[in-house]
């Protein structure tokens, strides 16, 4: 299972991965799966699972703000992660 | 060749900066526009460049610097965003046609400072006494004719007690002197990526403090489903593919500077200007445009000759030189040196005191025989 945490633009994606490296959680920039950005082209930081909840807890710390965060099913499809 | 004419275009440049424009061409292809290899790489050297730009400049976000062709395409989003049809915009006396001609087209109503050249207190006088009737100011840091530093640290301090917007031209100035965007609470700070940044032509950077109308729209590689370009920078000023090798120039350009320190290169700039100053006031028949505050670069005429005829003959004999108005005539009808224009030297911090000498004796020994 994996996570990505969802931003606006890719200058923020690296922003929050900045960060997220910095907090000490292993994060990529990436591209969002079209399924998750409703408003087209957007990227995300992924990581492993394990990571989501220090993950958003850095970003909160950080003040880097996120359009959410999502958790992949066993089928490759992404779920809005319940946090 | 003897090259001094860096307040045009920085010809002499760190030799990273061209080996990054290379092998961005080679192995970059450009940011948000795809999520392989080549293009993260490019998304990498990118945002890189802001983050430096940021700690130049010393602002805490980078996403606030955005990429443009030049100082003058981030003047023109600036004035744009800023200045609307009849309002009073107060500039300086010194001010280039890349603030001059988009308020012309504006339609904006232009009250210039027509203080002495060199003369910060009386420039810092005229915006004291008309910064409260204005909408707006614009005031280039260096006078891109005659070296000339306008007290832009005061006059953005009377703007922000009066409430008054703020528009920077850095162009002169940027990689040259200490700019601290975020004390200075400027709307706006325009500069290019090829003069003291030491970047390639073509690149430029915008400083901005809130987030503006956009210039241009069209592809961001972001909120992609959206008529409307997205509302949060940079993306909102950088519609279309960014020049990806420029800005990997431009990087390499501020690591240097950013490494030498501005205070180090100033003083080695003032140190060759003072010398080329002395130089050229022993010339006879050369009238030297200097005075105290100076940075970078330095205007002469010559009785009876021509600043093009002059220009023309020094490169010939190897020395690069500008002349007629620098695409300024407004400092020009300020310093009295319209009808003539003028011959500009320029320094870089890469030039060196025998190139000094040489170019001096070179321009006594042609005025010599004129």
């Known amino acids: ?83 | 060749m003897i090259y001094l004419d860096s307040a045009a275009t920085s010809l002499l440049k760190p030799p990273a900066v061209g080996e990054a424009m290379l092998r961005a061409l080679r192995c970059s292809a450009s940011p948000g526009r795809g999520g392989h290899a080549a293009a993260m790489r490019a998304a990498e050297t990118a945002f890189a460049c802001r983050q430096e730009a940021a700690a130049l400049f010393y602002m805490e976000d980078p996403e606030q610097v955005v990429f443009t062709m030049n100082a003058t395409h981030g003047l023109n989003i600036a004035i744009a965003d800023t200045v609307t049809p009849g309002m009073t915009v107060l500039v300086s006396g010194y001010e280039h046609n890349a603030v001059m001609r988009p308020l012309y087209a504006l339609g904006a109503k232009i009250v210039e400072a027509p203080t002495p050249l060199f003369d910060a207190k009386a420039a810092l006088a005229f915006f004291r006494e008309h910064i409260p009737q204005a909408g707006a100011v614009i005031c280039t840091h260096v006078s891109n004719a005659f070296g000339f530093v306008l007290p832009v640290e005061e006059i953005a301090a009377l703007c922000r007690r009066e409430g008054v917007p703020f528009i920077l031209d850095a162009a002169q100035s940027a990689g040259a002197l200490d700019i601290d965007f975020s004390a200075l609470g400027a709307a706006f700070a325009a500069m290019p990526g090829h003069k003291g940044l030491l970047g390639p032509q073509g690149t430029g950077l915008l400083l901005c403090r809130d987030v503006p109308r956009p210039l241009l729209y069209g592809g961001t590689g972001s909120r992609s489903a959206e008529r409307d370009m997205p509302p949060f920078l940079p993306d909102r000023l950088e519609a279309g593919t960014q020049n990806l090798c420029g800005i990997a120039g431009l990087l390499e350009g501020l690591r240097f500077v950013r490494k030498k320190g501005t205070a180090r290169l100033r003083q080695r700039e003032d140190a060759l200007l003072r010398r080329l100053i002395r130089h050229l006031k022993t010339v006879e028949r050369l009238h030297v445009y200097a005075g105290e505050n100076q940075s970078g670069a330095v205007s002469v005429t010559a009785d009876r000759a021509d600043c093009e005829s002059l220009a023309a003959r020094l490169g010939e004999r190897g020395v690069a030189v500008r002349a007629g108005l620098h695409c300024a005539p407004a400092a020009h009808r300020t310093a009295g040196t319209f009808d003539t224009g003028t011959v500009r030297f320029s320094v870089s911090p890469f030039n060196t005191d025998r190139e000094i000498d040489a170019a001096a004796e070179i321009v006594k020994n042609i005025l010599k025989n004129w």
């Open chain 1, 1 to 83: 299972m994996s996570a990505l945490i969802l931003f606006r633009s890719l200058s923020r994606a690296q922003q929050g991965v900045r960060s997220l490296s910095l907090g000490g959680v292993p994060a990529q920039v990436m591209r969002a799966p079209r399924a998750v950005s409703e408003r087209g082209c957007a990227f995300a930081a992924g990581m492993g699972e394990k990571w989501l909840d220090e993950a958003l807890a850095v970003l909160s710390r950080a003040g880097v703000g996120h359009e959410g965060a999502f958790l992949s099913r066993p089928d490759g499809t992404w779920e809005e992660a319940a946090r």
